[in-house]
């Protein structure tokens, strides 16, 4: 199962060399698959992601994406971008830049509608328990929509640890997507 860290400021501040830092230790430690680098909330994102994509290079095989603004992603030669569930429209503008798509899905429709539109990969969330996010749709709701869609698909939504982790398995997704599990 691949995994996908998600940063936050929280966890990863907005100083530079701290940011650079706690980055390089979790990517060593957890050794994901895909990272996105996302701070709704800095001033300084264009600089960040600088610093993000210049860690992220030292990781073979690592893929770095951007949260929403598809042409810094493209400007900074980022693997893709991972676009909101609000961002449909923008999937032709950033599949035209060459980059991989990521868009947050909440619902099997908008799964179906994200694969018809030729993303790479979907978030389908929240799976599990997470604070202000709504209903958790659970593992059975997941396996149903991972069996009727032909599209990678990362759970997202309260994966804490190797319990929520395990317990993903058998549902046949392509990955998992955590901000918690990985600090």
């Known amino acids: 199962m691949k995994k996908y860290l ?50 992220c290079k030292n990781f073979y095989g690592l893929k770095a994406f951007l949260h929403q603004d598809y042409n810094l992603a493209n400007k900074l030669g980022a693997t893709g971008v991972h676009l909101t569930s609000r961002q449909f429209n923008d999937i032709p503008l950033a599949k035209d830049l060459g980059l991989e798509v990521i868009i947050s899905t909440h619902t099997h429709n908008e ?44 759970a997202l939504g309260g994966i804490i640890g190797d319990k929520e982790v395990k317990s993903l398995q058998e549902s046949g997704v392509f990955g998992f997507a955590s901000i918690r599990y990985f600090e």
């Open 6 to 55: 998600i940063t936050s400021r929280k966890h990863y501040t907005d100083t530079p060399a701290l940011f650079r830092s706690v980055l390089q230790e979790s990517l060593k430690k957890h050794l994901p698959d895909f990272v996105l680098y996302r701070d709704k909330k800095t001033l300084h994102y264009t600089m960040q992601a600088e610093h993000f994509l210049d860690v």
């Open 111 to 154: 799964v179906h509608i994200a694969e018809a539109m030729g993303v790479d990969y979907v978030t389908y969330s929240p799976i599990f328990f997470t604070p202000s996010k709504g209903e958790p749709k659970g593992v059975d709701d997941l396996a149903e929509i991972v069996a009727m869609a032909d599209i990678d698909i990362f």
